[in-house]
C-alpha cells in the first residue's frame, strides 16, 4: 500500500493539488459508481479495472491531505476487528 501510494504520488501529486480535494472527491464518488455498476455483471477485467480505480483515486485524496493510508488502515483495523477486537470478526450482523 505505502509503495502504491508512493508511486501514485511520483505520477499524479502535482495534478492532484491544483484539482483540490473537493474535485477529487468527486472523481472518487464517480469511480465508487462506476465500480457499483460493474458488480451488477460478471465482466472480471472490467470489475478489476474499477477497483484500481477507486484506490487510485481513494490514493490521491489521502495525497492531497498528506494522509499515509498504510498507516491510517493498520492503525484501525490491526490484525483484530476495531469493533469487537476479534481475529476473525465475532460481532454478530
Ligand atoms: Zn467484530
Not at 56 to 77: F, H, M, P, Q, V
Amino acid at each position: 500500500m505505502r509503495e502504491f501510494q508512493e508511486m501514485m504520488k511520483n505520477l499524479y501529486l502535482k495534478r492532484d493539488l491544483e484539482r483540490g480535494v473537493s474535485g477529487t472527491f468527486n472523481w472518487l464518488v464517480a469511480e465508487v459508481a462506476e465500480l457499483g455498476e460493474e458488480l451488477k455483471g460478471s465482466n472480471r477485467e472490467a470489475t478489476e479495472k474499477e477497483f484500481a480505480d477507486v484506490i487510485a483515486w481513494l490514493t490521491s485524496l489521502a495525497n492531497i491531505r498528506g494522509i499515509d493510508l498504510e498507516k491510517a488502515a493498520l492503525n484501525k483495523y490491526n490484525y483484530k476487528c476495531p469493533k469487537c477486537q476479534s481475529s476473525p470478526c465475532a460481532c454478530t450482523f
